[in-house]
Each structure stands twice: as C-alpha cells, then as structure tokens.
C-alpha cells in the first residue's frame, strides 16, 4: 500500500515536471542598459530568478493557470503582467522605469552648502565645522573657510559675496536671532553666540536662498538644533579661557540640558603678548536651558533660552584723542529664547512653528561718553508645508517680526535720546516642482510690510536644477532681496525705501567617490542703497534710495576624502570683483570689506596609532583697501593681506577624555587691518590714523573635555574643533 | 507550570502553523542553504530576491523580510569602494526592518538584526558616524538583550562593537578575548525556535577568536 502511495505520488511529481513552463526575458533601462541583479518571479509562489549581468532572467515552475509575473528593482518602479502557464516557454523583455523618489532626486544647490545630512554626498558635515582649525569653535569662524566668503578680522562676522555682515541673517529652528554675535570693542573681531555643538545641521546659503526667508540681501544660515539626545550625561570642559558644565537629563519622550559656563581671558592674556592694554579682560557668564519634548507620533517641541553676561575694558587709541589710548568699557547683557514645534497635521500637511525673543542691552563707556544701546526682538513665524503629490509641494506660511532699537548717548552735558521700533508682517509661498527625478524647479514669492517705513515690498524667487548623470547637476537662482536699512538710520528718519539685491548664480557640483568639485558663478545687482549727503550723518532728511553697486564673482570648491588614507582636505577659492556708490561714498568705489581673492585650505589627519586627530588650515585673503582722509583718492589705501596658518590637534586619552590644543596663526603672522583716522585734522592740517591690528598675532587655546554617562563610552568628538 | 503550558502552547502553535506551510518551510531552507555560497554583492543580491519573493508570497511571516534585510547589510559590507551604494543598499535594509518592528515588536532577533545595521551605517564613515552609530548600535543591542538576554547575536554585536570602538579609546581589544571565548564555548547553548530561525554568527565568533591568538 506504502508504496503505491509512493508510486503514485511519484508519478505525480514526474507529471508535474513533465508540465514545466520555462520562463525568460531581458531587463533593461529605459536607455537599453541591462539590469543585472532585477527580480523576476510569479507573484504569490516560490519560483522566480535574478537578472544575470546582461540583464537576462530565467527561471523554471510547475504552476499552471494564469498568474502575474513580477520584475522588480529597488528604486524602480516594479512591472508586472498576466501570464498564461501552459508547459512551453514564455519570453518577456522589459524596460522598467526609474521610480520617482525625492530622496535620490536632484535637489537644488546654487549658492547653498548643507550640513548635516548623513549622506555621502553632501559636502560639509558639522563635524567638519567643528574640526576646522582656526575656527576656535566659531560658528561663524568655520563658515569662513568655505567659498563665498571673506575674512575681515576687525569684524570677525559674516561677509558674503560682496555684502556686508549685516546683510546676513541667522536663523535657529526657523526663528532669526536677532543679535547672533557677543558685543565687542571697535575694529575687535565678534564671535558667534551660540556653541557649536547645540547644532545636528546647518545650512548656509550663500545667495538665490527659498522665500520663506526674507530681510537678508546676501546671506541665510540657518543652524537646527540637535533633537533628542541619546541618554544621561554630563560634560565638563576645563579650558585655558574658562570652564563649562552641561548635564542632560531625558525621560521616555522628552529631554532637558542645562549649560552653565565662565569664560575668563585674564590669565590667558597675562601669558599671551597682546597688541592692546586691556584693564580688565574679557569675562562671561552664562546660562542655557534647552527642552525638547516628542508630541505625539510626529511632533518634537524644542524650547531653548539663555543667559549671557559679559564685559570688558580695554585701551584703544581713539581718533580724535591723540595719541594717548583711552579706555573703552562695555558691559552687554543678552536673553535669548527660542521656541519650535514642528510634526504633522493628519496624513499630509506638515506645520512649522517657531517663535523667538531677544532683549540686549549693551553698555559702553569711553572717555567722557556714555552710551546705552537697547534692542528687543519678536520673531514668530508659521509654515505648512502641502505634498499635492510625490512631485509637486507647496509651502507657505506667515512671519511677524518687531523690532525695537533704542540708543542713549550721553557726552559729557548733552544727551541725546533716540528709538524706533518696527514691525513687519510678512507672507510666502512657494512651489516645488518635479518634470523628473533629474529636473526640479522652485517658485516662490515673499511680499513684505513695514509699518515704521509704510512700505509694501514684494521678492520673487526662483531656483531650479538639472542632473546631467547621477554625479553631476547644474543649478541656478534668481531672486530680489529686501532688508530694511541699517538701524543706525533708521533711528533718525523713516523716510526710506527697504534696500534690495538681485541675485543671479549659476552653479556646477560633483561628487562622486568621497570627492566633490563645485564652481559657482555669480553676479549681485544693488539697488536702493541708502546714500548720504556728504558727510551730514546728522540731517536725517538728506537720506535717501540713490545708492547703487554690484558684486560678482566665482567659487571653486574641491574636497577629497579618499586620496590620501585617514586624510581629507578641502580647498577654497573665491574671486569677487565689486563696487558700490552708498551711503558716505563720494564716488563709486571699491568697499573696505572686500577681497578680491580668499584662499582657505584645510587638511584633517587622523593618527591612529596615537588616536589623534590633527588639523591644519591655511587662510589667505588679498589686501583689501581702506580710506585716508590724507589722500585725494577715496578708498585708495591697500591694507596688508589676511594670512593665517592654524593647527589644531586632538588627542583621545580616555574612551571620555579628549585633550585637545589649538593655535592660531602659528607663524605670528602680521595681519593689520587699514588705520583709522580723526574726524578733524590736527594743526598741520593731517588727520591723525592709528594702525588697527588684531587684539594679539597668535591665539591659542588648551582644553580638557570629559563625559560621563551611565556606560562611560560617550566622548565629546563632536567638540574637537 | 504556567510557563511551561505557554511555552508548549508556543511550541505547538509554530508547529501547527509550519506543518501547515511545507512548501514554506522546504522554500526558506533551499534559500538559507544559499548563504554559504554567497561571495559577491550580486550573489547577496540575488539571494534577497528570493527572500523578496517569499515575503511577497508570505506576507504574515517575518523571517523572509529578516533574511532579506540580512542580505542587503551584508551587500554593503562586501561592497567595497562606493559608500553611496554601501549607504543605498542599507537604505532597503533599513525599510525592511522598520517594517519588521511593526509586524513582530518584540523579537531580540530583529533588534540584534537592527545592531548590524547600524553597524554597516558606522563602517561607511566611522569618523563622521562613529559618535552617532556606536550609540545606536549600543542602544539596539541593549534592546535585543532586555528582551532576551541569552540572544547570542545580540552579545556578538555588542562585542564587535567594543572591538571595533577599543583602538580610538585606549582600550586593548585583545581585552575582549575572554568574553569572546566565552560567547563561542555557549553558542550552541542557544536553540533558535525552528531551523529557520535565526542560526547565523558563530563563523563571526570564530573569527574574533582566532584573532585572539
């Protein structure tokens, strides 16, 4: 009986071999590539194959009947057709289609650098700002070694393609701060506010930059705090400029840091040789709180506020006074709060909102001057963000900002009292479209209001961008940008126009292989510069829109992570070329601000026999020109070029310690930033100028950086810049 | 006893359950035994097709999408040169065990599975991703072991990472030598709940193991 049973059953099995359909077919690409590795197989059985390197499948089955044939590639929108099983052989060839997927589509990158992203192809990482020798864990220190920049050490801010820093603006969760930068004495170079390592991403735009952004004529940066952190921890810094302690306590959906630090440049400068006097050092303290809290399944709250207080007094030879340095004391008090949520509104719409407040109050104090300088800032913003469909989104949203600036002067008997506050309500909306995943174009309009100047304004934007292979794109933006004029002005008049800049740029990017070449072409068009009569800053009702200038230029990026083992490097390069006739200019001419060529050059080394990681950077910017009152020519005085060599080297001590030591300009380079003259002539008829060097050749730092955590393994290597 | 009654109800349920679906169960051990001839990036490829087309035929089951995942992580590791495939063949992976968190939420197995992936995420750039990925990693193999702390894979991951992580933190790796011993003599002790079950890593233990001498 047993063996009947077998008998039969294999006879059976021999039957069903008997009837065996054998099918086969060749996949390719739209443009006739093969597919090697594709799969083919009958949807809902066992049988199917893999594509063979010439893109050809074949596989074997007993069913029989009608059944669906799948073929399928990750990335590919997957093909599928009703066969008839009958026991010959089926051929099908097929062409699939590349599925539209925003991930690997073309994205848009004229005039932008992203950071943040974990993809490969991106080309600065906030690590990279952080291991930036140099830098000196500035934000804005490491953003100065990528293209479209210029160093101007008596500044320390942000200077973009031909604009000055204060056509930059500074966005933390989508809220502007409205005083990124600490408080710092004339001809001083100003550090960021805010710690590097608060930021997951940053994306800095240099130009062309989305209509969700308004009130900046060259430049957006735009910093996003870090999400939720991992676990408990606590980290100490002991540095040779002061101490810092920030612990992190998280719970299931939620988190808190609190940040304390003292920064005291005392000891540091009685060791350091110091081109000032400076009666008391520089000296900080301050607090933070940063809060996060997951709402729901998609919403994250973050909550961010802090204290600072700082001051200094330091001798400056002022012009005017003579020869003699003179004290020039300022105290500056900041509170900063930032709020954000962002997540989903039911299956689609995505909301942004985010809210900021500033209230700074800077004292100074020179010579028989007194003055007092108070600025408080609202900002509140809302986005919705709409996908009609995988390729086509829409975002728009709503802006309020209040601005309110006040200035007390006080020298020796008179006083003068002058205020304004403004408000603006902004609205913007902007389009993103897909023709392909090689094709996207973004079209958006910003329109603005200002209640102090009763100005509309409105700023069309565009930007698109072609891949030409999966390496290479081409992008391009075009854009108007609307600021309001300097504070300073409009403390004395409203009679003026917001001032605007139109930004053509046309980039090349390419990476492939750890290696990324970018170039970028640009040309800035001025308008409606605010222009004064003369020298009579002090008739408001001279202002006026007439100024005008230009800046363009190029930028070239290269940076290469795979050539030389453990090493990476990058290189910078920017040429501008910009003029411009505004505010004091007596004819059009070439701004103090500018450089013609900036050159940086950054190497990183990791030394693993020593668990070091090294870093050196080369700065380089050509002499810039100032004004002599002496000479006939306006700005016609060549300053000597910026130049600076950095190194900086970290050491892992412990799998928690990290040392870490940094110079720079090691070679004590001179670097001199023009001379700044007397208002009035001496006797023989001479304005009197003094030199404006940096506060010292060389700076170094020394640090100790140590976390501890329940499993002893975190490190601060994020903090080694 | 009220455990041993669920456990022999588990027992009997899977039993039941697999003796229903022989063509399954002949379909994954015809495709397991695949592994062991698997050299390059298309072999893995085309191994995860078949584990592809059997999740599509059986969507209620979770080891197909388990071992499809394990083949695109291991794809990114024998692929070589270009960090962006590396990067887009976890990216499958990772859709796969996103999906499979859902399906069973409390499997060590997809955990330890997930530790791995993390892993490959970490080798593509371990010195941008180091910070990131190794906590990442720590995290999905502190899970796996909550759940079942005598999960072998798991302890594998975890000391692969020590290892790994020992020369950037001062640490002699040949410190993890007696664990490591520790983990191959108990390996066996581990009975995975069917032959289709999760069984791979001891080859890896080896590994560290002879390194060891």
Redesign the interface.
């Known amino acids: 009986m047993k063996r009947a049973i077998l008998f039969i059953s294999l006879c059976f099995l021999g039957l069903t071999t008997f009837s065996q359909t054998i099918i086969s077919g060749k996949v390719t690409q739209i443009n006739g590539e093969p597919m090697p590795g594709t799969n083919a197989f009958l949807s809902g059985t066992y049988d199917g194959g893999s594509a063979n390197k010439n893109g050809e499948f074949k596989f074997k089955t007993t069913k029989t009947g009608e059944y669906i044939l799948k073929v399928e590639f990750v990335g590919y929108e997957s093909f599928s057709r009703k066969v008839e099983l009958k026991g010959d052989s089926i051929r099908v060839n097929v062409q699939l289609k590349e599925a539209f997927n925003q991930l690997n589509a073309v994205t848009i990158t004229a005039g932008t650098f992203e950071a943040g992203d974990k993809r490969q192809a991106v080309t600065i990482t906030p690590l990279d700002m952080m291991t930036t020798a140099g830098a000196a864990g500035d934000v804005y220190g490491a953003l100065q070694s990528l293209p479209g920049t210029t160093t101007v050490g008596e500044s320390g801010r942000l200077f973009v393609k031909g604009g000055e820093s204060e056509e930059s603006q500074t966005y933390i969760d989508g809220s502007l701060v409205t005083v990124p930068y600490q408080s710092s004495a004339p001809n001083m170079g100003a550090r960021g506010r805010f710690n590097p390592f608060m930021f997951k991403g940053t994306v800095f735009s240099t130009g062309g930059y989305s209509a969700e952004y308004g009130q900046a004529l060259s430049s957006v940066l735009l910093l996003n705090t870090n999400d939720m952190p991992a676990e408990d921890q606590i980290d100490l810094s002991f540095l040779s400029i002061g101490l810092e302690f920030a612990g992190t306590k998280k719970w299931n959906n939620g988190a808190v840091t609190g940040t304390l630090s003292y920064h005291n440049l005392a000891p540091y400068m009685n060791l350091a040789p110091q081109n000032y006097n400076w009666s008391r050092a520089p000296e900080s303290t301050s607090a933070a709180i940063s809060f996060r809290q997951k709402t729901g399944k998609t919403g994250l709250f973050k909550f961010y506020s802090s204290f600072d207080n700082d001051g200094f007094t330091v001798q400056q030879i002022h012009p005017g006074s003579g020869v003699i340095p003179v004290d020039y004391k300022l105290a500056n008090g900041n509170q900063f709060m930032n709020v954000s949520w962002n997540g989903n509104l039911g299956e689609k719409w995505t909301m942004n909102a985010s809210g900021s407040f500033t209230n700074n109050q800077d004292d100074i104090h020179f010579e028989q001057t007194k003055g007092a300088k108070n600025i408080q800032g609202i900002f509140l913003k809302n986005v919705f963000s709409y996908p009609i469909s995988e390729r086509f989104s829409l975002k728009f949203g709503g802006e309020f900002v209040r601005k309110a600036y006040s200035q007390n002067a006080q020298i020796q008997n008179e006083i003068h009292d002058n205020n304004f506050a403004n408000q603006s309500f902004s609205g913007f909306t902007e389009a993103q479209i897909y023709a392909s995943s090689k094709f996207v174009t973004r079209v958006g309009g910003r329109v603005e209001y200002s209640d102090y100047l009763q100005r509309f304004n409105f700023s069309p934007r565009f930007s698109a961008a072609y891949k030409i292979t999966g390496k290479s794109q081409f992008s391009l933006a075009y854009g108007w940008f609307y600021q309001n004029p300097l504070d300073d002005y409009l403390l004395y008049t409203n009679q003026l126009k917001p001032e605007r800049a139109d930004h053509y740029t046309f980039s090349f990017q390419s990476s492939a292989n750890s290696r990324t070449i970018r170039a970028e072409l640009f040309y800035k068009e001025y308008k409606d510069l605010v222009k004064l009569n003369g020298n009579q800053f002090y008739l408001p009702s001279s202002y006026n829109n007439s100024g005008t200038g230009y800046a363009k230029g190029f930028d070239l990026f290269w940076r290469d992570k795979k050539t030389i083992q453990n090493g990476d490097y990058w290189i910078s390069y920017s040429y501008l070329d910009t003029k411009r006739n505004y505010r004091n200019f007596p004819v059009e001419a070439v701004p103090t601000f500018a450089s013609k060529h900036n050159l940086a050059v950054v190497y990183k080394h990791w030394f693993g026999g020593m668990r070091s990681y090294a870093g050196v950077n080369l700065k380089y910017s050509s002499p810039r020109v100032y004004n002599n009152p002496n000479s006939t020519v306006f700005n016609g005085e060549k300053m000597l070029p910026y130049r600076s060599l950095d190194v900086s080297w970290s050491f892992l001590y412990r799998q928690n310690i990290i040392i870490y030591g940094a110079v720079t300009n090691i070679a004590g380079t001179k670097n001199e930033f023009g001379r700044s003259y007397g208002i009035t002539p001496d006797e023989s008829g001479i304005y009197p100028g003094t030199a404006i060097q940096p506060s010292s050749n060389r700076f170094f730092v020394l640090a100790c950086f140590i976390t501890l955590t329940r499993k002893g393994n975190a490190n601060q290597m994020e903090k080694i810049e | 006893m009220k455990k041993i009654i669920l456990s022999l109800a588990v027992v009997l349920v899977s039993l039941v359950s697999m003796a229903q679906k022989p ?1 399954y169960m002949q ?1 994954m051990g015809e495709t397991l035994g695949g592994f062991s001839t698997c050299k390059n990036v ?1 072999d893995f ?2 191994l995860g ?2 584990f ?3 999740a ?2 059986e969507k209620g089951e979770w080891l197909p999408l388990y071992y499809h995942a394990e083949c695109y992580i291991l794809m990114s590791f024998v692929e070589l ?4 495939k590396k ?2 063949y976890l ?2 992976a990772g859709k796969s065990i996103e999906k499979l968190l859902t399906m069973v939420p409390g499997e060590a197995e997809i955990y330890a599975l997930q530790a791995f992936y993390f892993t490959g ?1 970490l080798v ?2 371990p ?5 990131e990925f ?3 990693t ?2 999905a193999t502190g899970k796996a072991l909550a759940i079942d702390p005598t999960n072998p894979r798991a302890k594998m991951m975890q000391l692969q990472m020590n290892i790994g ?1 020992a ?5 002699d790796p040949k410190s993890f030598c007696p664990q490591a011993k520790e983990l191959l003599a108990n390996w066996d002790n581990f009975k995975p709940k069917s032959a289709i079950h999760p069984n791979w890593g001891k080859d890896q233990v080896e590994g560290i193991v002879k390194g060891c001498e």
């Open positions: 063509e379909a298309e490829q085309a097709n078949k592809e087309m059997i599509n035929a040169s270009d960090p962006e990067d887009g990216d499958v995420r593509v750039n010195m941008e991703r180091g910070q190794g906590q990442l720590g995290q992580s020369p950037f933190m001062g640490v």
